[in-house]
């Protein structure tokens, strides 16, 4: 990720969002470039989209791709590959979201580090997030984090999260919104490299 030169405030970086073709995140004041994505990332949140509009269908939580950001105060803009939000508070914006329950990133070699750094730390301060999804495009893994503490009480980024990791013949369970999927569906399409 290369960092436009300059700093933005959150509110300088949105006005930049609303009028620009290309998408940008924001982490502290850094602007990023969005960039493109495999067929592989692709198909693969396709699958999983298909999946949790067929799931959460009629129900009160709302399913996004890539095309809406998640915030955290004045420090970061995401856009994830796939996010639910079951919070009526973000039916108020609909470019920005704030209380997901459930995120997904479909890891890219450009991104990977960050998905699994940085930004998993910065998404920790959301206290409405129940799981983090690291789905690797490259073999049929997926990894679920999980928050340890109830849901009840008001999680901060020292609370301990565990995670599950599914491969090949699993079933992926997506216990914040109470969806399996089995692995062949998720992979669905997807032409994986050869050892």
Not at 58 to 83: E, I, L, M, R, T
Request: with cysteine; charged share 25%.
């Amino acid at each position: 990720m290369v960092a436009i030169p300059s700093g933005f405030s959150p509110q300088e970086y949105l006005a930049l969002e609303h009028d620009n073709a290309i998408r940008h995140e924001y982490r502290r004041g850094l602007v990023y470039a969005m960039a493109g994505g495999s067929d592989n990332h692709s198909r693969i949140s396709i699958n999983l989209l298909t999946e949790i509009n067929l799931h959460l269908r009629g129900g009160d939580c709302q399913f996004f791709s890539g095309d809406v950001k998640v915030n955290y105060a004045a420090d970061f803009f995401y856009y994830p590959d796939a996010f639910v939000t079951c919070d009526p508070r973000d039916l108020g914006d609909r470019y920005v979201k704030r209380y997901p329950k459930l995120i997904v990133e479909v890891l890219s070699p450009s991104t990977e580090e960050f998905d699994r750094g940085g930004k998993f730390k910065d998404y920790q301060h959301l206290a409405s997030l129940e799981e983090y999804v690291l789905i690797d495009q490259d073999e049929q893994r997926v990894e679920c984090w999980r928050r340890r503490c109830p849901r009840e009480a008001a999680p901060t980024p020292q609370d301990g999260w565990y995670s599950v990791v599914y491969q090949v013949e699993d079933t992926v369970v997506l216990e914040s919104i109470g969806l399996a999927i089995a692995m062949a569906d998720l992979y669905r399409g997807v032409i994986l490299p050869v050892a």
